[in-house]
Structure formats: structure tokens, C-alpha cells
């Protein structure tokens, strides 16, 4: 569809040679840029859309584990469902997404490079669980593996993919790598690789953004179960405006640190297939 056909069916050496160098240059600058062309608007309502199921997902995974382990509170408030109205923050889910991901159409700076958003918290009641701190870690955990599930999920097609579509293992390749840096390539990602490659990196930004050990974050409630009774006295009474200065200038230089790895590794299985 938004293929080139001249770049889909190059002789198997140069396009073998191609891959190779796009690998011995591997970089990811700039993970969320857009660049104002013909297809920059798509990917970024493709990036929001994305953004709002996987944070749908991420909620629903609370609500179902803990309806699984005793806790009827988030099941009875509709909150085991994918569908989006019943997790939307106005702020967290909508607003502050939509200027990281669109500002740059208007003239608006990212904030950091860094797109994250929050969706309404999952009310969890503990007194209801057998174990509490065991079965308060694994609500908790659930939503940062249900997005670790989507990038699985989303790796899996890649490698299909790979293998069902003409010529498939280079245009696996290299739409990853033109997905990856924002369309600034001549090479125009095709729509479901560039799809798969968006839900990769929201949902790594998401699972690792969500583990910082910064309230009110997932991380914050396993390292919590953690510290011993004083401790947690103290860690409770961390104000929230220094909570978000903590996410706004640690929360980008952790994702962007654990990214890269993380990128690195996935587009090596691509290229090990």
C-alpha cells in the first residue's frame, strides 16, 4: 500500500548488504520525533490510539488479577473491560498525550522527548486478599506484564511477517528501522510493521516507565511492600509535586537508557530469523 517497489524487490546480495549496514549504524535519536510530511499525522494518531488501548489493557490487567485474588472492588466499578471510557484520566489519557504527540504540528516542544501518560487509578481494597502484600505485588505487577504481553504479541507478528510478506524478511527490517526514526527515511514503513513498532515502544516506555519505584507509580507500590514499617512512614509522606519532578527529569533519561537495549535486541531477532 504505501510501499515502494523498487525498494521491495532489490537483488538478494545488496539487499542482504543494505541490512547489514542499517544494523552496523543502529541508532534511535529522537524515539517520538515526527517530521510535518504526508504520513507524519497518521503515525501520530496511530501513536495515540495505541497509547490509549495499551494503557486500557495495562488497567484491566489490575482489575482482573485483582478479581482473581479476592478483590471484587474494581470488577463491581466495570473496570475489567478494554473498553477505554471506563479507564480514561481527561489529564493523563487525553491531554497530556496529546500534546507530546501532536504539539509538533502546532509549533509545541515534547516535553523531554518522553511520551507516557496515566489512566484512572484501579481502586483496590487489600483487607479483601488472603495474602495482602503477596497479592497486592501481583495486581500491581499485572499491569506492567500486560504491556510486556502486547510487545510479545507484537514481536510475534513482526516474525510472521517476516515470513509470509514478499520479500519479507528486508521489509520487516527496514520499515522497523524507518518506523523507529520517524518517517525521516526514503523507505516508507509498511502499515502493520509500522503499527507492531509503535505498540513495541509505547508498551517498553509504559512496562519501564511504570517500575520506577516514584509514587504513585506501579513500582512504588512493590517497593513499599518492601520497607520495613518506619520506612514506609517516611516513603509515604513524599509529596506529590516531588513525585512528578522525579518522573519529568529521571522517568525520560531511565526510559531512553532501558530503550535502547531493548530495541537492540528486538531488531537483532529480526535480523537472526
Partial sequence: MWLKAKRLAPSRPAADRAVARQHATLS????????????????????FVLLIFSLSVH??????????????????EGRVTLN????????????????MIF??????????????????PTPVITRNFRKIRRDDNLV??????????????????LIVLSFTLPNGHEVVRMSFLASLRGGREEFVPQPVVLLCTLAILINLSLFFFNLLPIPPLDGSRVTRNLLPYRA?????????????LFMIFLGGAFIGAMLRPSLEIIFATLIHI
Fill in 103 to 120: 504539539g509538533p504540528f502546532i509549533g509545541l516542544s515534547y516535553f523531554g522527548g518522553m511520551l507516557v501518560g496515566w489512566a484512572k
Fill in 84 to 99: 477505554p471510557m471506563y479507564h480514561v484520566d481527561p489529564i493523563g489519557t487525553l491531554l497530556f498525550p496529546a500534546l
Fill in 28 to 47: 534511535f535519536p529522537g524515539y517520538w520525533s515526527n517530521q510535518l510530511q504526508s504520513s507524519a499525522f497518521l503515525i501520530a494518531v496511530f501513536e
Fill in 59 to 76: 488497567e484491566c490487567a489490575h482489575a482482573w488479577t485483582a478479581s482473581l485474588l479476592g478483590d471484587q472492588t474494581a470488577r463491581l
Fill in 140 to 157: 500491581t505487577l499485572a499491569g506492567p506484564a500486560s504491556n510486556l504481553l502486547i510487545v510479545l504479541a507484537a514481536l510475534l507478528v
Fill in 232 to 244: 514506609v512512614q517516611v516513603y509515604d509522606r513524599i509529596p506529590i509535586w516531588m513525585s512528578y
